[in-house]
């Protein structure tokens, strides 16, 4: 699976939007990019995911790049609630057994 | 609530000694999937298993083994525990046998050795 680069940690004023990068640039082109989050010590929690076009649900938008080499989540807006550590995983293909390999995630801290 | 099940929720246990996690998945569900959360080595993957059968392995350690029954329901084992297996176990669900489904996590187990 492709690695992925995010920083650490941000910040956001509750109720604006959040914008989280994240760089797959070895991303191969059946592999698609999966974010999730994990709000304290709970269990991750499933966000979105996208193979090449934007995608967006109740919870996020995921915008990809055209040529997939990065991505951004996009919650618009962000609540308190939503601090939390963000994961973006790359991962893919049509075999049993691609596993998500989780990094170490972007902790992102929403103020009032 | 994500519909994973998994008990008990803490375990506080001596080194050397044996445990035995619980996870139901969600209804509906085939796969099983076992995360193991240090402070230091952060969510690594342990095993997969797939209606029954096991369909991935990862870091899993050999004092560690794992089974889902007929019914779906998977238990991890760890044995002859040593301090640093201290550690939170979650337990995910998905319908597929992909590990890229999307994918329902448990609550956790908080395992402590002493």
């Known amino acids: 699976d492709a690695k992925t680069t995010q920083p650490t940690s941000m910040d956001c004023a509750e109720g604006r939007a959040a914008n989280l990068p994240c760089n797959h640039s070895t991303i191969s082109g059946n592999e698609y990019v999966y974010w999730y989050r994990q709000i304290h010590s709970q269990g991750p929690q499933y966000i979105i995911h996208?193979?090449?076009n934007n995608e967006t649900n109740e919870m996020a938008s995921l915008i990809i790049t055209e040529d997939r080499k990065s991505s951004t989540l996009i919650l618009p807006h962000a609540t308190l609630r939503d601090t939390a550590v963000y994961y973006c995983i790359v991962s893919g293909g049509n075999n049993a057994g691609n596993m998500l390999t989780f990094g170490g995630g972007t902790r992102l801290m929403v103020k009032p | 609530d994500s519909g994973v099940t998994q008990t008990p929720k803490h375990l506080i246990t001596a080194t050397g000694q044996r445990v035995t996690l619980r996870c139901s998945p969600r209804s509906g569900d085939l796969s099983v999937y076992w995360y193991q959360q240090s402070l230091d080595q952060g969510l690594q993957f342990l095993i997969q298993?797939?209606?029954?059968?096991?369909?991935a392995k990862g870091n899993i350690l050999e004092r560690f083994s794992a089974q889902q029954f007929p019914d779906l329901h998977s238990e991890l084992n760890l044995s002859s525990l040593e301090l640093g297996d201290s550690a939170l176990y979650f337990c995910a669900s998905s319908h597929g046998d992909r590990g890229v489904e999307k994918l329902f996590f448990g609550s956790g187990t908080q395992l402590s050795v002493l």
């Open positions: 298993y797939y209606n029954g059968e096991e369909r």
């Open positions: 996208g193979l090449k």
